[in-house]
């Protein structure tokens, strides 16, 4: 009797053994990761189609910071302690682009003043990496920052500063600010007292122009002595008209063509105009022929350069 309770024992326990089934698990495939971020294990299997209690237990040679496809080991288990290998294959990808942050998306200050470039800038960062560094290579295309800039400090005129930033996987950032240059403040004669802003760093000055009393075909300066010819009504004259040769139809008209001229000129950095007036135009006789005309003041060096007298 004893052999043969030995016997059914034994069947008992091969039939046990052999019935055991094997751990079922569905996997998800060719999944994408963004780089830097946690891998969801729920992603990795189908759990309606996988065995009740399925877990993840052990996730083998993933690097969230390799771009790139990947193969993984995926260890999965249940509360009966039954483990299965599989392998996956998973491709992290890189698509936030670093951070720029300006402190003012413009930007003022007076010729001759000091300019850094990169002062305006409050941060460059990655979302993953973190602080990205200023570099000074201009062919710079990874993991870093580079400042373009065409300001010169020292000239008057409206310019822009370009921030062109690189993550360590070749994401690229680009931001601007404008930087404008205001001209020095210019000392000005007591006869100019009455002066008015003319919004370019510029003054304007009505009043600038002798009004003429008798003919004479002087030259256009601003200030003229008293023309000496017989008076012509209603024929203009040269004296009244500024060094501009313009005639406007209007006071406002006339500033407005001044402070558009010398914007253009700045901005092509050719301008060597310190200030401008306006005035009204009159005729031989020193009637007012209700016109306006405008004047400009170059600087010492520009006259001295060319042998003007102003």
């Not at 404008?180 to 100019?192: A, F, L, R, W």
């Amino acid at each position: 009797m004893k052999k043969m309770s030995i016997l059914v024992v034994s069947a008992m326990m091969i039939f046990v053994v052999g019935c055991s089934k094997e751990l079922k698990v569905t996997v998800k495939d060719n999944l994408e990761v963004e780089y830097g971020d946690k891998l969801d294990y729920a992603l990795l299997y189908d759990k309606e189609k996988s065995d009740e209690g399925v877990t993840v237990k052990e996730v083998k040679n993933f690097d969230a910071k390799k771009t790139g496809e990947q193969e993984i080991t995926v260890v999965f288990s249940d509360s009966d302690e039954k483990t299965k290998e599989e392998t996956l294959k998973v491709t992290v990808k890189d698509t936030k682009k670093p951070v720029i942050k300006l402190k003012k998306e413009k930007l003022e200050i007076t010729a001759g003043d000091k300019f850094d470039a990169a002062s305006n800038i409050e941060s460059v960062k990655d979302p993953v990496d973190g602080d990205l560094k200023k570099s000074e290579d201009k062919k710079l295309i990874k993991n870093g920052y580079i400042i373009s800039s065409d300001v010169n400090a020292k000239k008057a005129g409206s310019y822009t500063v370009k921030v062109t930033a690189y993550d360590v996987n070749g994401n690229k950032a680009e931001s601007s600010y404008k930087v404008t240059i205001k001209k020095k403040p210019q000392e000005q004669s007591e006869t100019q007292n009455n002066n008015q802003s003319s919004g370019n760093g510029y003054t304007s000055n009505q009043g600038s122009y002798n009004k003429p009393t008798s003919g004479n075909t002087g030259s256009n300066k601003p200030t003229q002595s008293k023309p000496q010819q017989t008076c012509k009504a209603g024929v203009i004259h040269p004296n009244a008209i500024g060094n501009t040769g313009k005639l406007f139809n209007s006071e406002q008209e006339a500033i407005n063509w001044a402070n558009a001229y010398i914007e253009d000129c700045d901005n092509k950095g050719n301008c060597n105009i310190v200030s401008f007036g306006y005035s009204k135009v009159f005729d031989y006789c020193g009637n007012d022929m209700d016109k306006w005309t405008v004047g400009f003041n170059y600087g010492k060096d520009f006259c001295d350069k060319f042998g003007l007298g102003c």
